[in-house]
C-alpha cells in the first residue's frame, strides 16, 4: 500500500492499536510455541535436565531471547509494508514521522520502548489520548506515528 497520501491520516485511536495487539498476540503465540520448542530440544541436547528450573542466568538469556523474537517480528513486519497482520485488519500503518516507511533504527527503537509504555500501567499508551497528535510515548520516543489507512472503495465495491 503507498504511504503516499493527498490527505494527511488521521492518527490511530487507542481502542484501534488495543485491538490490533489483541490480534498479533495469536500470532505472538505461535511464535513462543516455536521458540519453546527449540529451547527444549537446545536443553535436551545439552542434557540439562528440563524437569528443574533453569537457573537465573540462563532464565535470563531465554526471555531476551524470546523478547529478540518478538521484535523480529515486528521489525520485519514493519520494515516490509509498515503493517503486522494486526495492524491489517484494523487499517493501521506505522510511519516515519516524514510520511515515509520507518527506518531500522526507528523499529528497533519502537520494539525497545513499547513493553515500557505496556509496563509503568500502560500510562505510555495513555498519553495518544492527551496528546495533541494522539502519539503514545513510543511513537514520541522512536520518531514514528501509527495512522488509520482510508477505506479501500474498490473492495467495497467487490464485496456488494
Known sequence: M???TEQPLLPASLLR???AMIYDAFLLMGISFAYGVIVLLLRILIGEDTMQPPGNVLQVIIVLGLWFFYALFYVWCWRRTGQT????????????????QPTW?????????????????????????????GD?????????????????????????
Not at 505510555?124 to 489520548?129: E, M, P
Request: proline letters at 3%; hydrophobic letters at 40%.
Open 2 to 4: 503507498d504511504i503516499h
Open 136 to 160: 503514545c510515548l513510543h511513537d514520541i520516543y522512536s520518531n514514528t506515528k501509527v495512522v488509520l489507512l482510508p477505506k479501500n472503495k474498490s473492495n467495497k465495491k467487490n464485496s456488494s
Open 17 to 19: 492499536r488495543l485491538m
Open 105 to 133: 533504527k526507528e523499529c528497533w527503537l519502537r520494539c525497545i520502548f513499547a513493553p515500557f509504555s505496556l509496563a509503568i500501567l500502560g500510562i505510555g499508551y495513555l498519553w495518544c489520548i492527551f496528546d495533541k497528535n
Open 85 to 100: 497482520l494486526g495492524m491489517k485488519s484494523w487499517r493501521l500503518q506505522l510511519q516515519s514521522r516524514s510520511q515515509l
